[in-house]
């Protein structure tokens, strides 16, 4: 099938496509006379591949690794077991961090819901966000 072709069928842009053939994710495709990509029809099922495990939030690198395995003749199924923990992981420590910034703020909103602006001085910008001491 052509680049065209196997954009439609996988949804993403022919530019993501030839990206991906690049950096090595998909291989390189045969050419016809006028120099046409001609992909086989398997490379469907590796974007999908590729556009899932993104979806799960592994890098290009990640998943380059996770390819190369399976080129291999290995079964990745470990390795992206532990990938997935690590993201898992990270997801968690961002969800602690966006929690913290939550209370940070509601914090901040309810001072700037009791403050009057009359007391604010030009020494420090604005009262409503705390500002370290010196």
Same mark, same amino acid.
């Given at each position: 099938?052509?680049?065209?072709?196997?954009?439609?069928?996988?949804? *993403?842009?022919?530019?993501?496509?030839?990206?991906?053939?690049?950096?090595?994710?998909?291989?390189?495709? %045969?050419?016809? %006379?006028?120099?046409?990509? *001609?992909?086989?029809?398997?490379?469907? %099922?590796?974007?999908?591949?590729?556009?899932?495990?993104?979806?799960?939030?592994?890098?290009?690198?990640?998943?380059?690794?996770?390819?190369?395995?399976?080129?291999?003749?290995?079964?990745?199924?470990?390795? *992206?077991? %532990?990938?997935?923990?690590?993201?898992?992981?990270? *997801?968690?420590?961002?969800?602690?961090?966006?929690?913290?910034?939550?209370?940070?703020?509601?914090?901040?909103?309810?001072?700037?819901?009791?403050?009057?602006?009359?007391?604010?001085?030009?020494?420090?910008?604005?009262?409503?966000?705390?500002?370290?001491?010196?």
């Amino acid at each position: 099938m052509r680049i065209g072709d196997l954009a439609a069928a996988t949804g *993403v842009s022919t530019q993501t496509l030839r990206f991906y053939e690049r950096e090595g994710l998909l291989p390189a495709p %045969s050419r016809q %006379s006028n120099g046409y990509r *001609v992909y086989d029809d398997g490379v469907a %099922s590796r974007v999908g591949f590729i556009r899932a495990a993104q979806t799960a939030g592994l890098t290009l690198s990640d998943i380059a690794g996770v390819l190369a395995l399976r080129e291999d003749g290995q079964a990745p199924c470990s390795h *992206v077991h %532990s990938l997935l923990t690590g993201k898992l992981g990270e *997801v968690r420590a961002r969800q602690q961090e966006l929690a913290r910034l939550e209370r940070a703020l509601v914090g901040m909103l309810t001072t700037s819901s009791a403050l009057d602006p009359a007391t604010c001085s030009e020494r420090s910008i604005c009262h409503v966000i705390p500002q370290p001491l010196p």
